[in-house]
Structure formats: structure tokens, C-alpha cells
């Protein structure tokens, strides 16, 4: 029986690379022939899992002075093995799974692993400006993605585009790389209650735009096209309600938000719980993104599943998903207003594609599949 390392490298306040670390976690369960050993990096992390889902895991303190000690040795090749894959060997592990992105591939030599790519958005030009990519962060995710293309037994990645896109710029081996998408955790949850308790009139008509307080996530473009067309007809009714853990732009949007007079129309909520979540989808009209980076995205997987219409970033989206939404030119506050007036005015137009949407999650969130292809990679190989 394999023991397999599941590598959680990520803080409580990540969102959706949590979210997905849960399903993952959940699917690898459902192998059989495997011995699971979940490792954190993160206090924060450990305790949640251990306190709100109720995974055992391992805690290794990437951070302490002797770890990073013995690592820097490492690195400068004085020391022969990482104080990582020290502890690793001391779990007698056959086999790692990086499951989110993570710089501590570096310091894996002798056991084989598997590696997680989100997302290339540090390669493109156009983003270099954001403070969330600043000089060092891409340095490490590249050094990170340069040692998996050389050295990962299989790299798991999103989409086709970013997989063809990882081969060319890393010069990665193509049998390396596979396309496998996760559920988002929340489809996952049952049903607790059907309503929302607030009775806060923002939860009565809203357009809903679930992502953390990065600028990427270009909140500011709702806050534009809503004091541009907030009080026409078709929008005067409709609100936006915003959610997630403030990556340092929530102070900024809220006083822009308060500046335009827009706090009537424009709700900035911090990070809710899932179940929360789930509530708002259920109970909002539609799905909007605006962001700079996400070729998928879990808000779109999660649209798909509630039956509710996305508009979607046309220049970041998959060509898979481009049928299935309602793209939108984030240069352009009229164009929104076009999309969702073309919503409300046609609902066979709306409910074809909201169909078309749903099939596609379940074409793709097929258990079964999933899981094979899991057990290809983990076990298989």
C-alpha cells in the first residue's frame, strides 16, 4: 500500500485554493490501495482542518529558524537533503502530491512527486504592475514551475490552453502534464435552509461577485458601471453584492464605494462561510466577473451548478466555456449593461445557455472519471 503526502501549502485565507484542496482531499479518499497523510505548512491551516472539517494532519513549520536553516544549506548544496524531505522519509512516504501550487518542490529530490499549476497569470505582461505579482512573487512561481516541468512525475492542470501554454514556455515533457478539473466544495454541501435571514433589501435582487479583495479581481469596474448605470431603469432595482477575505484593496473600494453615494447599491461583505455562500448564489439573479486572471475559476463551475448566468471576462476565458456565458468587454461599462439587458429581455436566449452550463459541470465533474484519473497519477505511475 502506498503512503501517499498530500502537501497543502496554503493559508486559511486563500478562498477558493482551500476550497479545492477539500475536494481534492475528498476524492483521494475514494482511492483504494493508498495510505493518506495530509502535511500543512501553516498553523492557521492545520488547526481549521483539524476544528471545522475534521481532517488529521501533519504540521510541518515551513517557517521555523531550523527548518529554513537546514533548507538554505540545502539550496547552497553544503547539506545533501532538505529538513522537508527529512521529514518526509521520517513518515516513510512513497509518494507526494503538491496539491497547491508551492516553492517547496525545490527541496524534493528523492521522492517522487506530483505538482498543482492554478494558473500562468505571472507570465503575462499586462499584470506586471499588480503589488500581488511584484518582482519576487513571480521569481519563486517561476523557479517552483521550472523545477516541476523537470522534475515532477505529473504536473495536474486546469485547462488545455494552460496546459499547451506550460509545455511551450517551460519546455515540459507533454506526457507530464493532465487536465483534471475539481468540483468546487460548496456543490458539494447539502442543503441546510432555503433563505437567507438577512433582511437586508441588497439580498432581495442582486448580482453576486464571490473573490477575495485582490486588485486583480477588478472590483472597481462594478463599482464604475453601477455609478454609471445603477439608477437606469433596468438596473435601478438590481444590486451587487461582493464577498471575500481583503487582500489590502477592501478600504480602498469601500471608500469608493461610499465616495459615489453607492453604499445603497453596492454591498462589500467580508469572507461568509460556505453554506453562506451557497445561500447567496442561490438567492442572487446572475454571477459577474470581472477579473483579470482565470481561465476557469471556481465562481464559474459554481454558476454552472446553480443554474445561474455568469458574465465573464471575455479575454481571460477558456474557448470550452465561451458558449456557456455571457462574456463581457471589461473595457466597456456599456457592455455589461448590454449583457444583462440581453438576460432580462430574453429568457429562452438566457435559459438555453443556463442549460447548456448545467450539462457542462456534469459532463465534467464526472465522479468517476475523476477518480480514475486520480488513480492513474497516484497510484498507476
Not at 96 to 106: A, D
Not at 285 to 292: D, E, K, R
Not at 357 to 372: G, L, P, S, W
Amino acid at each position: 500500500m502506498k503512503k501517499i503526502a498530500l502537501i497543502l501549502d496554503t493559508k486559511v485565507d486563500s478562498g477558493g485554493a482551500l476550497g479545492m484542496c477539500l475536494t481534492k482531499i475528498n476524492y483521494i479518499k475514494k482511492l483504494s490501495g493508498v495510505n493518506l497523510v495530509v502535511i500543512t505548512t501553516y498553523k492557521s491551516t492545520s488547526d481549521l482542518l483539524k476544528k471545522e472539517y475534521k481532517i488529521n494532519n501533519f504540521f510541518y513549520n515551513k517557517n521555523s529558524i531550523i527548518n529554513r536553516f537546514i533548507n538554505f544549506f540545502f539550496r547552497l548544496k553544503i547539506s545533501s537533503i532538505s529538513s522537508l524531505e527529512t521529514c518526509l522519509k521520517k513518515l516513510k512516504i512513497d509518494k507526494i502530491f503538491f496539491i497547491t501550487p508551492s516553492y517547496l518542490n525545490i527541496l524534493i529530490k528523492k521522492i517522487d512527486y506530483n505538482y498543482t499549476v492554478f494558473d500562468l497569470s505571472h507570465l503575462d505582461k499586462r499584470l506586471i504592475n499588480l503589488s500581488e505579482h511584484d518582482i519576487k512573487t513571480r521569481r519563486i512561481r517561476d523557479l517552483s514551475y521550472e523545477e516541476a516541468s523537470k522534475y515532477a512525475k505529473f504536473i495536474i492542470i486546469g485547462t488545455s490552453e494552460n496546459k499547451d501554454f506550460f509545455k511551450k514556455y517551460y519546455k515540459c515533457s507533454p506526457e507530464k502534464l493532465k487536465v483534471i478539473k475539481f468540483v468546487p466544495y460548496i456543490c458539494t454541501l447539502k442543503d441546510i435552509n432555503n433563505k437567507i435571514s438577512s433582511s437586508d433589501q441588497l439580498f432581495k435582487n442582486f448580482l453576486l461577485y464571490p473573490a477575495q479583495y485582490w486588485e486583480h479581481k477588478n472590483h472597481k469596474f462594478l463599482i464604475n458601471f453601477f455609478n454609471k448605470f445603477g439608477t437606469i431603469d433596468k438596473l435601478k432595482n438590481i444590486t451587487l453584492v461582493c464577498t471575500g477575505y481583503d487582500k489590502g484593496q477592501l478600504k480602498y473600494l469601500k471608500e469608493l464605494v461610499n465616495s459615489k453615494n453607492l453604499n445603497k447599491k453596492i454591498k462589500l461583505l467580508n469572507y461568509v462561510s460556505d453554506e453562506e455562500l451557497k445561500l447567496l448564489y442561490k438567492n442572487s439573479i446572475g454571477v459577474v466577473f470581472p477579473s483579470l486572471i482565470g481561465s476557469h475559476s471556481f465562481p464559474l463551475y459554481e454558476a454552472f451548478y446553480f443554474k445561474k448566468p455568469i458574465f465573464y471576462n471575455e479575454d481571460i476565458l477558456s474557448k470550452e466555456f465561451k458558449e456557456l456565458v455571457y462574456l463581457i468587454d471589461i473595457k466597456s461599462e456599456q457592455d455589461l449593461y448590454n449583457k444583462i439587458s440581453s438576460f432580462l429581455d430574453n429568457k429562452i436566449k438566457s435559459q438555453k445557455i443556463i442549460n447548456n452550463a448545467e450539462k457542462k459541470f456534469y459532463q465534467i465533474f464526472n465522479e468517476e472519471k475523476i477518480i480514475n484519473q486520480l488513480k492513474f497519477v497516484l497510484i498507476d505511475n
